[in-house]
């Protein structure tokens, strides 16, 4: 009987001074009772979707994806069905110790619905079709967005100056990365130094979510202002429009590659009819091709997943994803930051695929885009049409910022 090497999440509580992400821990899976099998797209019962679940979690640090699949008393062939309809999404990766997870079963006990609860703005449902596969559906809830000033003198580093205001160590090490070509955090400020952060924070039914943007920023030292503004094409520029964040590259890749597979939100599949979208977009490339990153950011995941292989997840500043699957080979590691056209792996043919290649995913504000059609920062200057409503914008935010 096979055995197989399988990631699952090990939850670990965030700490410290880094961005959050989740430790892993291999879990031993059989696979040899998991066989393609297709059937219409019915969902069988949806009578008891809102009855009260069966079994349900606080995610705690510690606890793995068996595990709990375990405690529900659900058997390792349906986690399996449900690490399969995750592929697109991979949402099962990041959950994190204080979210929550739900299984209803019905009366045989076979899995019917499975809820990650990530927060009041998101949610990730599985729902079993009648041949066993599952569906996978993202709920994403807008809520509304409010803006928070932040601001204060310098009392010992920008960090503990920052912290004691009330700003979140994430958005701190946004800021710290944001600004790390115009100031020496460590060097250049001193005792008596201003800041002013402008935040956006996300709430849904009155309660915030931890999704936040920040727009904008601005330290006074003895001797200058530094400032940074977020455009509404979410990338950030100077109070003269240049831009802070360089520009990315289309391909993650040295050489233009040939592409053998379109993102497509809406493909259909072939046989069962039911919409599977392709989230990424296909490079035809030998095993072992050096992948770079498209743009600076910081790993936030690298992991093995039975069905997207080796793969590895990039932040760049609050508002974009990379992801690469089917990896052969990963060149960093978690929490590590890494710089436009620096090499992070090597491509593969790890996972369920059809031959070497590489799945380059980009996501805009979590949702999956076309990277080679979407708009994303690649220049260095805002436009002339774009400077006049930008300049607006930063007129009435330094009003709102008001550093002395
Ligand atoms: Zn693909």
Do not use: C
Request: no cysteine; glycine share 8%.
């Amino acid at each position: 009987m096979g055995g197989l090497l399988i990631g699952a999440a090990m939850l670990m509580p965030n700490s410290g001074h880094i961005v959050p992400t989740a430790q892993r821990i291999p879990v031993t899976l059989d696979i040899e009772n998991i066989l393609p099998q297709v059937s219409e797209p019915e969902i069988e019962n949806t009578a008891f979707i809102n009855s009260i679940p069966h079994f349900e979690r606080t995610i705690a640090s510690g606890d793995t994806l068996s595990g709990l699949f375990s405690k529900a008393g659900v058997d390792q062939q349906t986690m399996y069905k449900v690490l399969e309809a995750d592929l697109n999404i991979l949402a099962l990766d990041t959950l994190l110790p204080g979210n929550r997870i739900q299984f209803w079963l019905d009366n045989e006990g076979q899995l019917q619905k499975l809820e990650l609860y990530f927060n009041t703005a998101r949610q990730v449902v599985f729902t079993r079709y009648e041949d066993g596969s599952f569906n996978v559906e993202e709920v994403n809830v807008e809520g509304v967005w409010q803006n928070r000033i932040i601001s204060g003198d310098i009392k010992g580093s920008f960090y503990v100056s920052a912290q004691k205001m009330g700003l979140a160590a994430a958005d701190i090490q946004r800021i710290e990365d944001l600004l790390k070509e115009k100031l020496n955090f460590a060097r250049d400020l001193h005792a008596g130094d201003q800041f002013s952060v402008l935040v956006n924070d996300q709430y849904v039914e009155g309660e915030a979510t931890g999704s936040s943007q920040i727009l904008g920023v601005a330290i006074k030292t003895g001797r200058s202002e530094i400032s940074a503004f977020q455009y509404s094409d979410g990338s950030y520029y100077d109070a003269k429009g240049h831009s802070l964040v360089r520009a990315f590259q289309r391909y993650p890749l040295a050489k233009q590659p040939r592409m053998s597979s379109r993102f497509n939100a809406y493909r259909k599949h072939p046989i069962t009819g039911r919409v599977s979208p392709h989230n990424g977009t296909d490079f035809s490339v030998p095993i072992g091709t050096k992948v770079i990153a498209p743009g600076d950011g910081i790993v936030s995941l690298v992991t093995d997943h039975q069905f997207a292989g080796k793969y590895i997840v990039v932040e760049h500043g609050g508002k974009y994803r990379t992801r690469y699957l089917h990896l052969s080979k990963a060149l960093v590691r978690k929490g590590q930051r890494v710089t436009r056209g620096q090499v992070i792996a090597l491509s593969g043919n790890t996972g369920r695929s059809t031959g070497p290649h590489l799945h380059y995913e980009f996501h805009i504000n979590g949702k999956p885009v076309d990277p080679l059609k979407a708009d994303i920062p690649m220049s260095s200057k805002l436009a002339n049409q774009d400077l006049r409503a930008f300049t607006n914008l930063v007129n009435s935010r330094q009003a709102m910022m008001n550093l002395g």
